[in-house]
């Protein structure tokens, strides 16, 4: 089983492979319910095995491979998605209830 220092140090490393700063990492971690203390010594020993981390962060993505940089973009393509799809169930009951009363006309009319 991990531990909480081993928990914290993969998270803290996780964190800055992904482009985070430390100190945000850090923070996250107290805001989770972690202790001063044990952040604090989970980013000393990331900052000993910094070389690694860094070389991980610099390291180039290849151009087939660029992931979105802003994660609204994404969330407003599935806006759109929704609100087509939205109308379009909205058109087919437009389309329903007419034909429904082309149908029945001479009972609603009546």
Same mark, same amino acid.
């Given at each position: 089983?991990?531990?909480?220092?081993?928990?914290?140090?993969?998270?803290?490393k996780?964190a800055?492979?992904?482009g985070?700063?430390?100190?945000?990492?850090?923070?996250?971690?107290?805001?989770?319910?972690?202790?001063?203390?044990?952040?604090? %010594?989970?980013?000393?020993?990331?900052?000993?095995? /910094?070389?690694? #981390?860094k070389?991980?962060v610099v390291?180039? $993505?290849?151009?087939?491979n660029k992931?979105?940089?802003s994660?609204?973009?994404?969330?407003?393509?599935?806006?759109?998605?929704? %609100?087509?799809?939205?109308?379009?169930?909205?058109? /087919?009951?437009? #389309?329903?209830?007419?034909v429904?009363?082309? $149908?029945?006309?001479?009972y609603?009319?009546?």
């Amino acid at each position: 089983m991990e531990s909480r220092e081993d928990e914290l140090v993969g998270g803290l490393k996780n964190a800055l492979e992904r482009g985070e700063g430390l100190s945000d990492a850090m923070q996250s971690f107290l805001n989770a319910g972690y202790t001063p203390q044990e952040v604090e %010594l989970a980013s000393r020993k990331v900052n000993e095995a /910094g070389a690694v #981390v860094k070389q991980a962060v610099v390291s180039p $993505v290849s151009s087939g491979n660029k992931l979105p940089t802003s994660p609204r973009l994404v969330e407003k393509k599935k806006g759109h998605k929704g %609100l087509i799809i939205g109308l379009l169930i909205a058109l /087919g009951f437009i #389309v329903l209830a007419l034909v429904l009363l082309y $149908v029945f006309q001479d009972y609603v009319f009546a």
